[in-house]
């Protein structure tokens, strides 16, 4: 038998061992226990779902986490048993830490492995992976993040194998060696199905997409935006990716050749990112696929990393900008919403990079249009997301306005021209009582 057969007759057997049912992983926690789950895809459901049901046996337990999935224990009786630190609110989340039940940590995206590094105990770390290879080695697959670091601090650590989960390339590996407990899983991964393109979302990213050069490098959001802008992409060429998040927009530029990532200082031909959330026709596209990597969120998101490359275009969401030029993109007032995320992270390396450009967007109303969301200034208790130094486009349906490197003055007079016409003469008004026109 040669030595490659004999490793993987090894592996096979310490897989064996380990093999077990969710609620047997689930005994591992004790009360005061600190957990660490990763990013959406990633959540090991069993696991969590096993936990979940025996949270009244545990006290003190303290789950960290971004974008959560399950909701067994975001309630208000669950806070004495299994309490949650939530890096980002999701729809799961967010009532839980709206009404005080869970916690919310104000963190950068690409300083999460360093914080837990420096603040935060891991006791137990559980994460989705793709099935063992040869040597003994899974992936964390769509959700890698913050999960090596967790992993690597984590006395015990449960993986949930699906073979659903697609095989990624990059820093994304995990021994059977590191692993404790392995729960077999064989559910869907969770997807997030393509919404059609509204008129307002189509005409902000052909804004933005005239002002995309050939040759750039991208970093794309969640939702409508993204997704009208990687529509209005189709022609351009040798587009590069860099992002955080990868999504079935990407895989449209991919196939149809406008990105190639040929023309990227770092990574070239490959499409660098440290989590995906989509359809099955995105995971499989990934599975296997070496034209895709991903990496930990310490290296995809740190802004000198990703001003490395020249012209880089960072597109994100805001919720609403003040006339100086601050992006709320994450609370209605005090009230949280979701999170900075990776926001401030790809605005600045957009910053760093020689050509770069960043766009902050938003639909010009809110609430059916009742409200501007350009406004004098930000709601009492608004978190500033993206501050007035680092915001350099801020685009709506109407068009495109240009801040960094301008003063208050011309910032508010550019903002003021994109706002809804029936907010225009109100936000002037505004303007000159704030001796800012």
Excluded at 56 to 65: A, R, Y
Aim: a neutral charge.
């Amino acid at each position: 038998m040669s030595n490659a057969a004999v490793a993987l007759k090894n592996h096979e057997h310490e897989y064996q061992q380990k093999l077990c049912r969710p609620e047997q992983a689930a005994a591992i926690v004790k009360s005061g226990d600190h957990l660490c789950f990763p990013i959406c895809a990633g959540e090991p459901t069993l696991f969590v779902k096993a936990l979940a049901a025996r949270k009244k046996e545990l006290s003190g337990v303290i789950v960290n986490q971004q974008h959560h999935l399950c909701p067994d224990y975001l309630t208000a009786d669950s806070t004495p048993h299994i309490r949650v630190n939530s890096w980002f609110t999701s729809h799961v989340s967010r009532k839980a830490v709206q009404n005080g039940w869970a916690d919310f940590v104000p963190n950068y995206f690409h300083e999460v492995p360093k914080l837990l590094r420096e603040y935060w105990p891991v006791d137990v770390a559980g994460t989705v992976v793709s099935p063992m290879d040869e040597h003994g080695f899974f992936t964390c697959s769509l959700s890698v993040a913050y999960t090596m670091e967790a992993i690597k601090k984590a006395k015990k650590v449960v993986v949930q194998v699906n073979p659903n989960a697609p095989r990624t390339h990059g820093n994304c590996h995990i021994h059977i060696s590191e692993v404790d407990c392995i729960i077999e899983c064989h559910d869907p991964i969770i997807e997030l199905q393509i919404p059609p393109v509204s008129p307002v979302e189509e005409a902000i990213g052909n804004h933005i997409a005239e002002l995309i050069e050939d040759g750039s490098t991208l970093q794309l959001g969640i939702g409508g935006i993204p997704n009208a802008v990687c529509k209005a992409l189709m022609q351009k060429r040798d587009l590069g990716i860099h992002t955080e998040m990868i999504t079935d927009g990407m895989v449209d530029l991919m196939l149809c050749g406008a990105v190639n990532n040929s023309r990227k200082n770092t990574h070239q031909g490959k499409t660098i990112g440290t989590f995906a959330l989509g359809t099955k026709r995105l995971y499989d596209f990934m599975d296997g696929n070496p034209m895709i990597e991903m990496h930990p969120v310490d290296y995809t998101n740190d802004p000198y990393n990703i001003g490395r490359n020249d012209r880089v275009v960072s597109i994100n969401a805001t919720i609403e900008v003040d006339l100086l030029g601050q992006c709320c993109s994450e609370s209605l007032g005090h009230v949280q919403w979701s999170g900075t995320g990776g926001q401030a992270d790809f605005v600045r390396g957009a910053n760093i990079s020689r050509g770069g450009k960043s766009f902050i967007t938003t639909a010009s109303t809110a609430k059916n249009g009742l409200v501007s969301s350009i406004v004098p200034v930000l709601k009492p208790g608004a978190s500033v997301t993206t501050g007035k130094n680092d915001v350099d486009y801020v685009v709506t349906e109407y068009g495109v306005a240009k801040l960094r490197g301008q003063t208050a003055r011309q910032r508010a007079l550019n903002l003021i021209k994109v706002a809804h016409p029936d907010f225009r003469e109100q936000l002037l008004a505004e303007a000159r009582q704030m001796n800012r026109i």
